[in-house]
T-cell receptor
Framework: RKEVEQDPGPFNVPEGATVAFNCTYSNSASQSFFWYRQDCRKEPKLLMSVYSSGNEDGRFTAQLNRASQYISLLIRDSKLSDSATYLCVVALIKAAGNKLTFGGGTRVLVKP | ETGVTQSPTHLIKTRGQQVTLRCSSQSGHNTVSWYQQALGQGPQFIFQYYREEENGRGNFPPRFSGLQFPNYSSELNVNALELDDSALYLC??????????????FGEGSRLTVL
């Protein structure tokens, strides 16, 4: 089983619709969680951190479920510019060294 | 622009050769991490350097090695190149190793092709 798993998609989303997808992680000791966005042939960029209580940033909502070991991202009122690959990142911080694990990414295509 | 620069942007090597990739971190950042991203996959963590010392490592063999310099720039060295090493190599800098703020600032990457 992969340490961090995502549905690769693509999720084909009509413009204006809502889309949601999850990311599961296997190490229950993981401490920090993030969503990154990667456009085609570009570098990843931070979209948002994921907090235990859930958090919202404009049209984007992130949730963390520690009991079931997954994080989620919901995009409301999808825009054409939301088309990208969304990468979840799980961080394990240890005195012996840190480990940062990316999921394989979920591809989202927003269509007119 | 993130302020993280990588060089070279593209390079072609043959099996068995060695390669050095370079990364200049964003001003004020003391931590650099390196990732390998194969086509269609997410970035895979290679290692992280904090204040010139390795501070974490992913599941990569010892032929992947690195350095961080006093100015916090970094190098990734790969020896005995294999065909599967063909990938985009991403460098990311951050303000510290703990990722409490969560933001990794990525460079545009070095695309390595091994023939």
């Amino acid at each position: 089983r992969k340490e961090v798993e995502q549905d690769p998609g693509p999720f084909n989303v009509p413009e204006g619709a809502t889309v949601a997808f999850n990311c599961t992680y296997s190490n229950s000791a993981s401490q920090s969680f993030f969503w990154y966005r990667q456009d085609c042939r570009k570098e990843p960029k931070l979209l948002m951190s994921v907090y235990s209580s859930g958090n919202e940033d404009g049209r984007f909502t992130a949730q963390l479920n520690r009991a079931s070991q997954y994080i989620s991202l919901l995009i409301r009122d999808s825009k054409l510019s939301d088309s990208a690959t969304y990468l979840c990142v799980v961080a394990l911080i240890k005195a012996a060294g840190n480990k940062l694990t990316f999921g394989g990414g979920t591809r989202v295509l927003v269509k007119p | 622009e993130t302020g993280v620069t990588q060089s070279p942007t593209h390079l072609i090597k043959t099996r068995g050769q060695q390669v050095t990739l370079r990364c200049s971190s964003q001003s004020g950042h003391n931590t650099v991490s390196w990732y390998q991203q194969a086509l269609g996959q997410g970035p895979q963590f290679i290692f992280q350097y904090y204040r010139e010392e390795e501070n974490g490592r992913g599941n990569f063999p010892p032929r992947f090695s690195g350095l961080q310099f006093p100015n916090y720039s970094s190098e990734l060295n790969v020896n005995a190149l294999e065909l599967d090493d063909s990938a985009l190599y991403l460098c990311a800098s951050s303000t510290g190793p703990g990722l409490t703020t969560g933001e990794l600032f990525f460079g545009e990457g070095s695309r390595l092709t091994v023939l």
